[in-house]
C-alpha cells in the first residue's frame, strides 16, 4: 500500500508538472494588432495585452547572447525562469549577422538550431519573444566580407538572414515580432563606415543602411530596405509582427519627424517601436517626443533605463506614457535581485539595478500592466 501511495505521489507530481508547462503554453496566444490599430490583442480571446518585459541582450560580463548560448546553455534557460518570476510576459533577444551568416548565401545552422531551442524555452515558460536581428554591436564579431559589401549586396545578406529567421520562428505564438534592426540611420553624405563612431564602451548599436546616399532622399532609401526586408520575412511568415526599434530624435530636436515612422515608410510596418532614456527634470519632454510617434499604431517602448533620471522619475514616464503606450521593455542581464543583494560592497550600477529589478518586479502586479499579463 505504501509503494502504491509513493508512486501516486510521483505521478501526481509529474502530472502537475506537465500540466504547469502545457498552461504556460496555453498563455501564449497569437499576438495581433486591434482591428482599429491602436493596440495589442491576443487572438483566440481578443483580450487586449500590455507588454512588460526586458531586453536579455548581453550577460554581467558583456558577452552577447549568441556568443555564449551554445556552450552556456543551461544558464540561458535558468535566466529565463528567473525573468518570468519577475512577473515579465516578454523578452527582447538581439542577433548578430556574424552568427547567422558564414557567408553571402550560407547560413549558420548552428545559429539558427539554437534559436529554435530558445523559442521552445520561451513557450515552456509563457514569454513571447521579441526578435531585434542584423546586430552588429561589437566589431570584432562583424564578418570582413560583411562590411566589403556594397549597398545592394548587403541588403541582400540582410534579407536572407531575415528569411532563414522567419522560417524558424514562423509557427510559433511565443513569438511577438521581428524587429528589423536597432537604430538604423540614414546618412545623408557618403561615409567609409557602416558604424556610427560613438559607441557604448566597446558595444556599437547605432548601424547606417546605406554608406551612399549618392542624392537619393532618405525617406526613399528607408522605405526601399524596409520593404526590402519586410518581403524576405513575408514570404515564409505572413503572421508575426514587423517593426523596426529608432531613436526618438525629437527628444533631441523639438521639431524632430520620424523617419522610418513617416506614413509612407511605415505602410508596411506593424507597430511603432522607440527607445527612450529620459533626463532627470525632462519627463513632460520626453512624453511629448513620445506623442510624435503616436502615428495610428501600436506603440512599444522597446528600451527603458534610468540612466539620466531617478526610478521615481522613470516610473513617472511610464505611467504618463500609458494613454499611447502599449509596452515598456527594460533590461535584464542575468543577475537576480538575491544575486544583487548578496554583494558585499556593489558598486553604484549594481545597487542601481537590484533597486530597478525590484521596481520591475512590484509594477508587474499593478493593475493596468500586471492585469494584461495574466490569461
Request: charged fraction near 25%.
Amino acid at each position: 500500500m505504501k509503494k502504491i501511495i509513493f508512486y501516486c505521489g510521483i505521478l501526481l507530481l509529474v502530472w502537475n508538472c506537465l500540466f504547469s508547462i502545457a498552461q504556460a503554453k496555453q498563455r501564449l496566444d497569437w499576438v495581433e494588432v486591434s482591428a482599429d490599430k491602436t493596440h495589442f490583442v491576443k487572438k483566440e480571446t481578443g483580450k487586449p495585452i500590455l507588454f512588460w518585459g526586458v531586453n536579455y541582450d548581453h550577460d554581467a560580463k558583456l558577452r552577447l547572447l549568441d556568443d555564449y548560448w551554445l556552450d552556456e546553455w543551461k544558464t540561458v534557460v535558468e535566466d529565463f525562469g528567473e525573468m518570468k518570476v519577475l512577473g515579465l510576459n516578454v523578452v527582447r533577444i538581439h542577433l548578430q549577422v556574424g552568427r547567422f551568416m558564414d557567408s553571402p548565401t550560407q547560413t549558420n545552422t548552428k545559429s539558427l538550431k539554437q534559436l529554435a531551442k530558445l523559442i521552445q524555452t520561451a513557450e515552456d515558460r509563457g514569454l513571447y519573444l521579441y526578435i531585434t536581428g542584423l546586430a552588429c554591436y561589437k566589431k570584432a564579431n562583424i564578418p570582413v566580407w560583411y562590411d566589403t559589401l556594397n549597398e545592394v549586396e548587403r541588403w541582400d545578406v540582410q534579407a536572407r538572414f531575415w528569411k532563414h529567421v522567419a522560417l524558424i520562428c514562423a509557427s510559433s505564438a511565443a513569438v511577438f515580432c521581428y524587429d528589423l534592426m536597432n537604430e538604423p540611420i540614414v546618412p545623408d553624405k557618403q561615409s567609409d563606415d557602416w558604424l556610427t563612431p560613438e559607441g557604448l564602451e566597446d558595444m556599437f548599436y547605432v548601424q547606417k543602411i546605406t554608406r551612399t546616399p549618392n542624392g537619393r532622399k532618405s525617406h526613399e532609401i528607408a522605405k526601399a530596405w524596409v520593404n526590402h526586408l519586410v518581403a524576405a520575412i513575408r514570404s515564409e511568415d505572413k503572421r508575426h509582427l514587423i517593426t523596426v526599434g529608432v531613436i526618438p530624435w525629437a527628444t533631441v530636436w523639438h521639431n524632430a519627424k520620424p523617419l522610418f515612422y513617416d506614413p509612407v515608410v511605415a505602410e508596411n510596418l506593424d507597430f511603432v517601436s522607440v527607445h527612450f532614456y529620459p533626463e532627470g527634470g525632462k519627463i513632460e519632454k520626453a512624453i511629448q517626443a513620445l506623442k510624435v510617434y503616436a502615428i495610428g499604431k501600436p506603440l512599444l517602448i522597446a528600451e527603458m533605463f534610468p540612466m539620466r533620471c531617478s526610478i521615481e522619475e522613470m516610473n513617472q514616464f511610464v505611467n504618463d506614457s500609458k494613454p499611447v503606450t502599449q509596452g515598456w521593455i527594460s533590461f535584464y542581464w542575468g543577475k537576480t535581485i538575491e544575486e544583487y543583494a548578496q554583494i558585499p560592497s556593489p558598486t553604484i550600477g549594481e545597487a542601481i539595478m537590484k533597486k530597478w529589478l525590484e521596481y520591475l518586479k512590484s509594477k508587474s502586479t499593478e493593475a493596468g500592466i500586471g492585469d494584461s499579463l495574466r490569461p
